[in-house]
């Protein structure tokens, strides 16, 4: 049976994919940073543990825990868990931008750092993160999320060359819309950290927390979160997994425009649908 080790399965596409694999025979461990969303996970059989990105303890007790029920080998790590901290560069404070990093790319790369010996020393094992449409393209209002996505793609593609010839395959998923708990989680972040009264972008911020409070939360395009169920599947189940995944028509229409466009043709683009 193989294992795997899937982050931020509170809900979400975390929760999707640790059900998914689950039904077709993997070993899943689903980390969680809550120990009160264990009960539906645990309910359909699978092992839960606690996982806090923020927390490098936390990281490593997670680790130990899994190898020890697994005898010390691992299959898969999907990297997913993360937030989305809204608001205009200019006012992010440092804080704010570092709980973004520790999160979203401090946490990934050091549980990533921990489970590779495993896998180096068995000959095998996949790598998947769950990155972004914003690893790639970047939007307005969105810095600190997309510095932070951008820093994977960059961390993901160094490590899947420093890892040829050892059997690990590193894979990026780039999804745009799914749905999810992002938005309203990433709503939370923007009220505790930004000030739009006293910002030079409350009219724009004014437009957001319309869109944050509208009752048609969906956005365009969305799409379910078994469509990053099935790319997980590829990239786990493929004798040659994918260097990339893309998920949703934004995803592939922006990845197109990127190849063929300029950059300032682009960035006319991305302002105005950002």
């Given at each position: 049976?193989?294992?795997?080790l899937i982050t931020g399965c509170s809900s979400g596409i975390g929760e999707?994919?640790?059900?998914?694999?689950?039904l077709r025979g993997y070993r899943v461990f689903a980390a969680v940073r809550n120990?009160?969303?264990?009960?539906?996970?645990?309910?359909a059989g699978i092992e839960c543990l606690l996982l806090d990105y923020s927390d490098s303890n936390s990281i490593k007790v997670a680790v130990e825990q899994v190898l020890e029920k697994t005898g010390g080998q691992l299959y898969g790590l999907f990297n997913n868990g993360a937030y989305g901290q809204p608001g205009a560069c200019e006012d992010l404070s440092r804080c704010a931008i570092r709980e973004q990093f520790e999160v979203n790319v401090f946490g990934w790369?050091?549980?990533?750092?921990?489970?590779i010996p495993t896998m180096r020393a068995q000959g095998y094992g996949r790598i998947i993160q769950n990155s972004?449409?914003?690893g790639f393209a970047a939007m307005s209002m969105?810095?600190?999320?997309?510095?932070?996505?951008?820093?994977?793609?960059g961390f993901s593609d160094t490590l899947r060359l420093e890892l040829t010839g050892t059997g690990i395959?590193?894979?990026?998923?780039?999804?745009?819309?799914?749905e999810s708990q992002f938005r309203a989680n990433a709503y939370e972040s923007f009220k505790k950290n930004i000030d739009v009264d006293r910002s030079v972008h409350r009219e724009r911020y004014y437009k957001m927390i319309e869109r944050f409070e509208a009752t048609r939360s969906l956005q365009p395009f969305t799409l379910?979160?078994?469509?990053?169920?099935?790319?997980?599947?590829h990239a786990l189940e493929s004798n040659r997994p994918k260097i990339r995944y893309p998920v949703t028509f934004p995803t592939y229409l922006f990845g197109w425009l990127k190849r063929i466009m300029s950059h300032r043709m682009l960035d006319w683009i991305l302002y105005r649908v950002g």
């Open positions: 049976m193989r294992s795997i999707c994919v640790a059900l998914g694999l689950h120990k009160n969303d264990r009960a539906s996970l645990e309910a790369m050091e549980l990533t750092n921990l489970v972004s449409v914003l969105r810095g600190a999320y997309n510095a932070s996505k951008f820093a994977i793609e395959f590193v894979s990026l998923i780039e999804p745009g819309p799914i379910p979160p078994n469509a990053v169920l099935n790319r997980v599947v």
